[in-house]
């Protein structure tokens, strides 16, 4: 009894944090440009499979996603290699780029960081 209850706990407390949590999902125009249009903050991040820049910042980009002060954020997955037209749109020319978009406007950019403290900062530019 002990052990379903302690159960039922970890469930209600991964819902609740995943409440707290950034949504990260496929990049999708139409929904972007909602978002954009409605002022929410999103973050393009923009990867490759074969990137080991881009693995080393996909556990620190999951970690600021889940923290609940980017709650609000949106986090748009876009893969380098098959979505030449939207990162031509976006001006983007490397993989391993992260975009910010505050207000509908970009509000900021990096490529190539690996640091918490610079990923966590350019997510903050969408927010701030």
Do not use: H
């Amino acid at each position: 009894m002990k052990a379903i209850k302690t159960a039922i706990l970890l469930a209600f407390a991964a819902l609740a944090s995943a409440a707290m949590a950034g949504e990260i999902k496929p990049f999708n125009q139409a929904e972007f440009d909602k978002l954009t249009r409605e002022g929410k903050p999103v973050v393009l991040d923009i990867s490759a499979t074969w990137c080991p820049t881009c693995k080393e910042q996909k556990p620190i980009i999951d970690t600021v996603m889940k923290q609940p002060a980017y709650k609000d954020v949106t986090l748009m997955n876009i893969d380098f290699d098959s979505a030449k037209p939207t990162l031509k749109k976006f001006k983007v020319t490397m993989q391993s780029t992260l975009v910010a978009f505050k207000a509908g406007k970009e509000a900021g950019r990096s490529v190539g960081d690996t640091s918490p403290e610079g990923i966590e900062g350019l997510v903050k530019k969408a927010l701030n």
